[in-house]
């Protein structure tokens, strides 16, 4: 008998989709947005509690999380300049990996420091769900969490390593999903240690 897939449908790990040069121009490539878009530390809405994470944005779209709300908008919310353009080699992994779907509005930047994790949710803030959403882990590994589309539903945990991409299609779009730890030193890549994560997601319906 088959067994049940421990992942919802449509979970693809890509173990170490980066190899360590390309991860290295993936950091280069970040830094240089970052110049750009500074790290903000986002506050929960209404409470104002701060995020453990801090955050950045490139794209047309950027997600940011004020004591107003969580939602997309196009500029820096502390300089109020345009997003940096996503860099081509984010373009290009999207592109291989999500052919039939319309090119990325967004790609947020989490940084992580040991000791920041964020707790389990769902990313609905978008206006569609059809696209996937592409995850790639650069830095210390993490424990991801991963369960279904309610939050009761069981969770696995899976380690995420720098390099590794995640593409959550489907059903698994939808899943609630979260980080709880870092394994600090893990990793040499980032020279101040921690963990980058970038997410590429399309966040409106394409016009046709
Ligand atoms: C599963 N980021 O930014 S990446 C987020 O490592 C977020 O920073 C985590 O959750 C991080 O919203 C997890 C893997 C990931 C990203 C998006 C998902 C898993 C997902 C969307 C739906 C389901
Ligand atoms: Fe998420």
New binding site residues.
């Given amino acids: 008998m088959a067994e049940e897939s421990p992942f919802p449908t449509g979970?693809r790990l890509i173990p170490d989709c980066f190899d360590k040069a390309a991860q290295e121009a993936l950091v280069d490539d970040i830094r240089a947005v970052l110049r750009a878009a500074p790290l903000f530390r986002p506050v929960m809405p209404k409470t104002g509690k701060p995020f453990s994470?801090q955050m950045s944005n490139c794209g047309p779209l950027g997600?940011v999380s004020d004591v107003k709300g969580y939602r997309y908008q196009p500029v820096h919310p502390a300089t109020h300049a345009a997003w940096p353009q996503i860099p081509n080699r984010l373009l290009d992994l999207w592109a291989d990996l999500a052919p039939e779907a319309p090119p990325p509005e967004a790609c947020?930047i989490?940084y992580?420091e040991t000791g920041a994790k964020?707790g389990l949710?769902?990313?609905k803030d978008e206006d569609t769900f059809d696209a996937p959403?592409i995850?790639v882990?650069l830095g210390d590994t993490?424990t991801?969490r991963?369960g279904g589309t309610q939050r009761k539903d069981p969770t696995r945990s899976v380690r995420?390593a720098s390099g590794d991409v995640?593409v959550?299609g489907g059903a698994?779009?939808?899943?609630y999903?979260?980080?709880d730890r870092l394994i600090a030193g893990s990793s040499s890549l980032l020279k101040n240690g921690g963990?980058v994560?970038l997410?590429l997601r399309r966040v409106t319906r394409p016009a046709v």
């Fill in positions: 979970f994470v997600w947020l989490n992580y964020m949710h769902q990313d959403v995850s882990s993490a991801f991963i995420l995640v959550l698994a779009r939808l899943a999903h979260g980080i963990r994560n997410t």
